[in-house]
């Protein structure tokens, strides 16, 4: 079965830093993988899609890559800032449906 | 705006109590999701709707049922909560389009305790 792989540990990063998660797939060649973002106590958001043709896309401060390769999303978020706290999900197009993984809680230090 | 709404944002209920969450879009989406959520898990799909289609995921209980009686309102019905049910159980919708590439809008999502 498909495995999706995000770091269970929360991530801590130095305001102004640029953070990177990652997210890991297995047994499975999405056309496309999304990232969203999940506030404490609330439903997800969607933040970008990339499709398996792109190799990067942006959108203001985020950037997302993806390697059909090494079957790996890289999401960055350059001059982070305390606002961008949250967990970030990774999910990927399974027939009509969407697979989310578990999420990265990301922590930015003032 | 155009959103995604859950009532109630908090449920309480007692072992083996009926209970009922709701949700309404006015996005006017074909397709409706129902997903549980547990603490630190990642969200998982219970059963959607595509219009009037249910599709039911192999591996949700019976317990769990669904209606979505117009497109606008969907209903998740837990028959017999057990203490296992305790999540948050979210509802997203998308515009169900061919080929893919289908985002999803989330609703804020109903946190469930069965006492």
């Known amino acids: 079965s498909q495995k999706i792989e995000q770091n269970s540990e929360a991530l801590n990063i130095q305001e102004g830093k640029t953070a990177t998660l990652t997210c890991n797939y297995t047994?499975?060649?999405?056309?496309?993988l999304q990232w969203y973002r999940q506030d404490p106590g609330r439903g997800p958001v969607f933040l970008l899609l990339?499709?398996?043709?792109?190799k990067e896309k942006r959108k203001e401060r985020l950037k997302v890559t993806f390697d059909t390769t090494l079957k790996q999303s890289l999401f960055h978020i350059t001059a982070s800032q305390p606002a961008d706290s949250a967990t970030y999900l990774c999910?990927?197009?399974?027939?009509?449906?969407?697979?989310f993984g578990k999420g990265t809680r990301l922590h930015i230090l003032p | 705006d155009a959103m995604v709404i859950q009532n109630p944002r908090y449920q309480v209920t007692q072992f083996g109590k009926p209970v009922t969450l709701s949700c309404s879009q006015t996005?006017?989406?074909?397709?409706m999701y129902w997903y549980q959520q547990k603490s630190s898990q990642a969200p998982k799909l219970l059963f959607h709707?595509?219009?009037?289609?249910?599709?039911n995921e192999a591996d949700t209980p019976d317990n769990f049922q669904s209606r979505r009686p117009n497109t606008s309102f969907c209903f998740l019905d837990i028959r017999s909560p057990g203490l296992g049910d305790a999540a948050m159980y979210l509802c997203?919708?998308?515009?169900?389009?061919?080929?893919?590439?289908?985002?999803?809008?989330f609703g804020p999502g109903t946190r469930l305790t069965v006492l």
């Open positions: 997203a919708t998308s515009k169900g389009t061919s080929g893919g590439e289908d985002t999803q809008y």
């Open positions: 709707y595509y219009d009037k289609d249910f599709n």
């Open positions: 047994n499975y060649s999405p056309a496309y």
């Open positions: 990339i499709r398996e043709n792109e």
């Open positions: 999910a990927l197009n399974r027939d009509d449906k969407i697979i």
């Open positions: 996005l006017n989406h074909n397709v």
